[in-house]
């Protein structure tokens, strides 16, 4: 694969528990010819260890950018998705990895990041609603989990494998994930201003608002006029006592 291409994906572990995991993932990425890995607020991070795990990958681990949330790290991200195992009813319906990476070969390359959780627990409802999308890799039911290295390989493998059909980009090119999420945000305070939010709406409702927009991947363009929009709508709008907010 391209280089080129590869340098449109960014690796970001958020709150990774063991150093020996974030050196097996920078061995993966070297594996496959990726380089950019970003850290979330590792909870434990021993540049040895890592070093160690790495092997000839140690370059990719001493140039890890470091970041105290997902929200700065995606800053200047184009595209982001999630991976993640677990399900529920308040969750998305996750695609799989398979699916995913032919959607990824076939579009326009945006600076995409590929965000994975804690070993223990995962991601967060707050940090997966920062993605756009849910990946999952198939597993057996007797164990749906992978090993966070492992994971990282198979998601990197299924881009590699494919031949990139490369559309090109919009006019204006897609719109920083910032900027998305901004618009997230107003959504947000307008819903909860109308009254659409209530103290007893479901804590997954706003998500699942929030995610319509990100799932419609607007362009420059488009996402200027809808934060034009809804900005327009705000100040037309009574301020709502935030001690109602739940």
């Known amino acids: ?11 970001v572990l958020v709150s990774p528990q063991d150093s020996l995991n974030i050196g097996a993932v920078a061995r993966a990425m070297m594996n496959l010819g990726f380089n950019e890995l970003r850290l979330v607020a590792p ?15 140690i370059d990719i681990v001493t140039s890890a950018q470091h970041y105290p949330d997902l929200a700065s790290a995606l800053l200047d991200i184009e595209d982001a998705v999630a991976f993640s195992a ?18 990824v070969q076939a579009s326009p390359l945006r600076k995409t990041a590929l965000v994975f ?14 993605c756009r999308e849910i990946i999952a890799i198939p597993a057996s039911k007797e164990n749906t989990s992978f090993n966070l290295a492992q994971a990282v390989l198979i998601a990197l493998y299924e881009i590699s494998r494919g031949e990139f059909k490369t559309k090109e980009r919009p006019s204006e090119g897609p719109p920083l994930w910032a900027d998305q999420i901004r618009l997230g945000e107003i959504v947000d305070e307008c819903a909860w201003r109308v009254n659409f939010y209530r103290c007893e709406t479901p ?8 995610g319509l927009f990100l799932k419609i991947q607007p362009d420059k363009r488009d996402l200027r006029i809808l934060l034009g929009f809804f900005k327009a709508l705000l100040r037309l709008l009574p301020e709502q006592d935030k001690s109602e907010k739940v």
Do not use: H, Y
């Not at 677990?86 to 959607?103: E, F, I, K």
């Not at 959780?117 to 920062?130: I, K, Q």
């Not at 804590?203 to 929030?210: E, F, G, R």
């Open 43 to 57: 909870r434990s991070f021993i540049l040895e260890k890592a070093n160690a795990a790495a092997c000839a990958a």
């Open 117 to 130: 959780g804690p070993e223990e627990d995962g991601l967060c409802n707050e940090d997966l609603a920062r």
């Open 86 to 103: 677990r399900t529920g009813r308040n969750r998305p319906v996750p695609t799989p990895v398979t699916n995913w990476a032919a959607q």
């Open 203 to 210: 804590k997954t409702i706003p998500n699942v608002l929030k």
């Open 1 to 11: 694969m391209n280089s080129n291409i590869q340098s449109n994906f960014a690796i």
